[in-house]
């Protein structure tokens, strides 16, 4: 055993010895201070080296045996109180890890520590705009140059003109700063600006490849812009450093689970829950990949989980509601209007409260209460995520105006040749799962899961010109070569979510009717199918269904039938200048003759028929939309009429639609 210091001999000089072998030696650390308590029963410093050494050597009940009371017989140390977050956190117990932090930081408010270790406690937990401010104060505390402190004091404010201002001028001076760059990237990232973030934390790594920190923002951004595949590389290079890393392997499952790999995000998720079980929203992360894959009572059991941990997680709810075939018993009824009832409880949760709500109603018949709990639940939505259909009208009328006969056979033969996608497109709600779930049964297609990748290249071309609204400007002026690559980057994006060797795959993405006439230009020899449903069942599916981002007009009634309207005529315009180009499935002939509609599909994607996509039920592929139960049942007729139920509040949809409505299936010629 190493003996104490001889130069002085002194009981200060033996704490610091210890303090430093810390640093290298955990083991080392801990021999000294148990000698050091041997002269000095109790010394606090001397028992916080020792636990500290204790956890570090993994001995984590060890190092809580002395922490927890020393934390209660020293309740204003700060250093006390930051250890034994650590060995909390360590611990899975989350809650009382981020507790004893916030009591750390009432001591030492500047505590650059405490806040980053917060950031990441916050994150485990699912409180992405907690993370945030954690992380912007860790950046204020770590910050010595009083132009950053400044630009952190306004990310905490949230204002980020101010701190982009800042930072952007510090940046001049300083282009180096890794700090600033990382800072920058943050302001970036909550104006939603993905790809300017992307840019300043490639940057940051360049010059610093160890700032793990800068890493972990980097492969969260990439994983908001669907880029699953680099997403995966950063979370893995991080794990390879930390491995135990709650945040880190949050970040992996979220990673696999967008790149279809479920079931390897749930052997993530697994031991990651049992060591660190606190985690509501790891909870319910979880039950989504397990829903994903079928397994219902356990993503019940994981949903359950996380209402235990955090009864007000409206999300939760929400989700038990979203498996469509679930039924609230009458205490959690109770519990939903319990909710609702609470003054304090957030908007988000609100939201989500209404929607569920509204479905466990609805499930009773209780149709007028029914549709006013969804009725609320999409007015709070709304106010949250601003929509002006007039945006979405404009674009179409310039695409139409765009898109003419001529304007085609002067780009004939551009674009990539392959034809390997299939694109489902429409509204919501439309039977469009259904469609892709019949293909996906076929042995020479695979189903995918609705891709962002057309979009992403939309938004990529409106960068060239002024914006989104300059995206079919910016489009007309491309060369044929151009076109060609295009479609080329989708396919290459797209490879890594295909993981079987099918020569077809399915990119189902309704909202991908707006670019039709990119698919076109993009990737000439692809499918196109739209799935229509009748515009009331499908326009109140849509309202009563709960879409967590990129369905902005499904909050209002008014906006659904403008935006049907607006989509009916694009598609009749395409049907026009490209004829046969788009096959069209109408969602009720469909359930009503089956055989005929599945054979007609097949034959439009040239595909020999085969007996199992009758039997789309028994695919037991990952199905990740709201309709993935229905799909695993025979044709699911019950929803066919299900929303005359509801036709008497539809008015405001009624008269939005139009001669839409009156002439459906048709097209009226006006549009």
Known sequence: MSKLPEPTGTLEVALAHAARLLQRDARLAAEQASEILKLAPGHPRAQLILAAAHRISGQRAAALQILEPLARAQPRAAPVQLELAVALSESGRTEEAVAALRRALLLKPDSADAWRLLADQLDTQGDAPGADEARARYLQAASSDPRLTEAARALVSN????????????????????????????????????????????????????????????????????????????????LAKEPRHPGYRNLHAAVLAHLGEYRAAIRVYEPLLHEF??????????GHALKTVNRSDDSIAAYRRAIALEPTLGEAWWSLANLKTYRFTDGELHSLRSALARPDLADEDRLHFEFALGKALEDQCAWQDSFGHYQAGNALRRRMHPYDSQDNSRLVARS?????????????????????????????????????????????????MELPDIPLLAREIARR?????????????????ELRLLGERYLERTRALRKSDAPFFVDKMPNNCLYVGLIQLILPNARIIDARR?????????????????????????????YYRDYVALMAHFDQVLPRRVHRVLYEDMIGATEAQVRALLGYCRLPFEAACLRFHENERAVRTASSEQVRQPIFREALEHWRHFEPYLTPLKSALGEVLVRYPEVPNTI
């Open 159 to 238: 204002d980020l003109p101010l701190a982009d201002a800042r930072l952007r001028a510090h940046l001049q001076g300083h282009p180096t700063d890794v700090a600033a760059l990382r800072m920058r990237a943050e302001v970036a990232a909550r104006l939603r600006r993905y790809q300017d973030a992307q840019q300043l934390l490639e940057r940051c790594l360049e010059l610093a490849p160890s700032f793990d920190a800068a890493r972990h923002n980097y492969a969260m951004v990439l994983n908001r812009q669907g880029k699953g595949a680099q997403a995966l590389m950063q979370v893995e290079q991080l």
């Open 277 to 286: 079980p606190q985690q509501p929203k790891g909870w319910l992360s979880y």
């Open 400 to 448: 139409r105006a765009l898109f003419t006969a001529e304007f085609f056979a002067a780009r004939a033969g551009a674009g990539a040749p392959a034809a390997d996608p299939i694109f489902v497109v429409g509204l919501p709600r439309s039977g469009s799962t259904l469609i892709e779930q019949i293909l996906a049964s076929h042995s020479l297609v695979e189903g995918t």
């Open 465 to 481: 010109g002024a914006g989104e609204a300059a995206f079919l400007e910016a489009l007309a002026e491309l060369p044929p070569e």
């Open 534 to 562: 009748h515009p009331l069942g499908c326009g109140f599916s849509c309202f009563r269904q709960h879409f967590a981002r990129g369905q902005n007009f499904t909050y209002s009634l008014e906006d659904i039938g403008h």
